[in-house]
């Protein structure tokens, strides 16, 4: 499940430094919204979600971020370790029953 | 370790050639998610099926097609095959209709030459 290789923008942060993931999603009916890790040789894994009725969520070392008015969701990502360095995808639900429309990815690489 | 276990992990054919992947869910998940992950396009769907039946389609050619068995484990047929089929499948599972997410397996890459 490698995703090396794939065309996407990258991000290079320094360890420890906080790092911002951005990505613009597509349907003003989406009613929620995950993010996905992906590293080498594995599959997406989620990390953290938000419904349509916040703005904001935290977990552990990580933030998202809904802004519905301009359609875009951010990722957070404090103290940004080596451990981190992965293929981050958003994803967004317009209904039940309907499948996850991913975004294109963004890159993430943490230089030590 | 997902729960969702996918074979093989890399898989190599020759052009025209027919392949089938296989996936078994996480135990307890009712539904089975295809995904294709080539270099420009990100993951795009291509089919669900939930307890049997087919429950959503996506952007999948007419020469791929899929199915759900029984004991809920899936199988994507992918035929006719051409160098720009080259890419990473998922396949992913939920318990019900997905709305909360899915579970990945690790894919398998595919190499048509």
């Known amino acids: 499940g490698e995703s090396v290789g794939l065309h996407l923008p990258t991000l290079s942060v320094q360890e420890g430094d906080n790092s911002i993931i951005n990505c613009a999603y597509s349907?003003?009916?989406?009613?929620?919204f995950i993010w996905y890790k992906q590293e080498s040789g594995k599959g997406p894994q989620f990390i953290i979600d938000?419904?349509?009725?916040?703005d904001k969520r935290q977990g552990q070392r990580v933030t998202v971020l809904l802004n519905k008015t301009v359609k875009h969701l951010s990722l957070q990502i404090a103290a940004t370790q080596p451990g981190d360095s992965a293929v981050y995808f958003c994803?967004?639900?317009?209904?039940?029953?309907?499948?996850?429309?991913f975004g294109k990815g963004t890159r993430l690489s943490v230089i030590a | 370790d997902s729960g969702v276990t996918q074979t093989p992990k890399h898989l190599i054919t020759a052009t025209g050639q027919r392949v089938t992947l296989r996936c078994s869910p996480r135990?307890?998940?009712?539904?089975v998610y295809w995904y294709q992950q080539s270099l420009d396009q990100g993951l795009q769907f291509l089919i669900q099926?939930?307890?049997?039946?087919?429950?959503a389609k996506g952007n999948i050619l007419e020469r791929f097609s899929a199915q759900q068995f029984p004991d809920l484990h899936s199988e994507l047929n992918l035929s006719s095959l051409e160098l720009g089929d080259s890419a990473l499948y998922f396949c992913?599972?939920?318990?019900?209709?997905?709305?909360?997410?899915?579970?990945f397996g690790s894919g398998t890459r595919l190499t048509v030459v």
């Open positions: 992913a599972s939920s318990a019900t209709g997905g709305y909360y997410g899915y579970t």
């Open positions: 349907n003003s009916a989406s009613d929620y």
């Open positions: 938000i419904r349509s009725n916040m």
């Open positions: 994803a967004e639900n317009m209904g039940r029953n309907t499948p996850l429309v």
């Open positions: 135990s307890g998940d009712l539904s």
């Open positions: 099926y939930y307890n049997g039946e087919e429950r």
